[in-house]
């Protein structure tokens, strides 16, 4: 079975920084996109960052210039780094990935459970 686990939210001042990663676990051929979106309570999920296996990135419009995705193929994670931290950022952040789990077998998506990023002073 096939995990993905976030770490590195918590509460930040505004104009702070904080680092989000996300590991992917269990049976895994191949990696193809990572993306991090976010939710606040009554609001459809958005997007915030993606990036793919070759390594191109999209940003949502409201973190350009502020927040960084990148990811480790070697160690299956996806880190989104983010500053310039205001309170319209607050929301449960989650990771996905769309994967492999061997060479002949279709592609599959997986979310991790979310990680609360808040911000206020």
């Known amino acids: 079975q096939v995990q993905l686990l976030e770490s590195g939210g918590g509460l930040v001042q505004p104009g702070g920084s904080l680092r989000l990663s996300c590991a992917v676990s269990g049976r895994i051929f191949r990696i193809y996109g990572m993306a991090w979106y976010r939710q606040v309570p009554g609001k459809q999920r958005e997007l915030v960052a993606s990036?793919?296996?070759?390594?191109?990135?999209n940003y949502g419009d409201s973190v350009k210039g502020r927040f960084t995705i990148s990811r480790i193929d070697a160690k299956n994670t996806v880190t989104l780094q983010m500053n310039s931290l205001n309170p319209e950022d607050t929301a449960v952040y989650y990771c996905?990935?769309?994967?492999?789990?061997?060479?002949?077998?279709?592609?599959?998506?997986?979310w991790g459970q979310g990680t609360q990023v808040t911000v206020s002073s």
């Open positions: 990036i793919t296996n070759s390594g191109s990135t």
């Open positions: 996905s990935a769309d994967y492999q789990r061997d060479s002949r077998g279709p592609s599959f998506a997986s």
